[in-house]
T-cell receptor, first 113, second 111 residues
Framework: KAGVTQTPRYLIKTRGQQVTLSCSPI?????VSWYQQTPGQGLQFLFE???????NKGNFPGRFSGRQFSNSRSEMNVSTLELGDSALYLC????????????FGQGTRLTVV | GESVGLHLPTLSVQEGDNSIINCAYS??????FIWYKQESGKGPQFIID?????DKRQGQRVTVLLNKTVKHLSLQIAATQPGDSAVYFC??????????FGAGTTVTVRA
């Protein structure tokens, strides 16, 4: 059974640019969550989608957005990149009910220069 | 705000010994907890979970203990191996479709 797949694995972008990251969940999982991981802030929740609907959103500026497609794949977009957006972006998938296991992908390492 | 935290940022353990990693949480509404292991360059790997109606759960070489009275969670690893060297995170959920993570404990296994 394939795990959570995130693409690309690494990205280097320039300040002011925008970026789109992709996540394919485990087959059968309908919930996709996104997290930002930095050395200073640790793992911070960005948003969660289930059946193409955002059910929760973290405390991030509006430059961070996401969406989910009918096949449960998800994308997140960051516009007008800032140096502080450099981080490991992690996607987790689950069946989507309360209190169910969430499994993470390898992450996308974004570096903003 | 409410957060999940770990007592110690680092833990050094002799190979073959048992490891205990602690986590304190402050959200009394939390009813589901997960331990993750993260190796360098990889995403967090699910280890074991526990629901608030339990106080102990065992897996392969791992045991999670939950004390709701003092809001404390621990992960015990039996017979620690070099492959157990990683950062360990506890995470909690309170039925809001997100996980809140602690800062992590770096475990180093000495040969």
């Amino acid at each position: 059974k394939a795990g959570v797949t995130q693409t690309p694995r690494y990205l280097i972008k320039t300040r002011g640019q925008q970026v789109t990251l992709s996540c394919s969940p485990i087959s059968g999982h309908r919930s996709v969550s996104w997290y930002q991981q930095t050395p200073g802030q640790g793992l911070q929740f960005l948003f969660e989608y289930f059946s193409e609907t955002q059910r929760n959103k973290g405390n991030f500026p509006g430059r961070f957005s996401g969406r989910q497609f009918s096949n449960s794949r998800s994308e997140m977009n960051v516009s007008t990149l800032e140096l502080g957006d450099s981080a490991l972006y992690l996607c987790a998938s689950s069946f989507g009910h309360f209190n169910t296991e969430a499994f993470f992908g390898q992450g996308t390492r974004l570096t903003v220069v | 705000g409410e957060s999940v935290g770990l007592h110690l940022p680092t833990l050094s353990v002799q190979e073959g010994d048992n490891s205990i990693i602690n986590c304190a949480y402050s959200n009394s509404a939390s009813d589901y907890f997960i331990w993750y292991k993260q190796e360098s360059g990889k995403g967090p790997q699910f280890i074991i979970d526990i629901r608030s109606n339990m106080d102990k759960r065992q897996g392969q070489r791992v045991t999670v203990l939950l004390n709701k009275t003092v809001k404390h969670l621990s992960l015990q690893i039996a017979a620690t191996q070099p492959g157990d060297s990683a950062v360990y995170f506890c995470a909690e959920n309170s039925n809001d479709y997100k996980l809140s993570f602690g800062a992590g404990t770096t475990v180093t296994v000495r040969a």
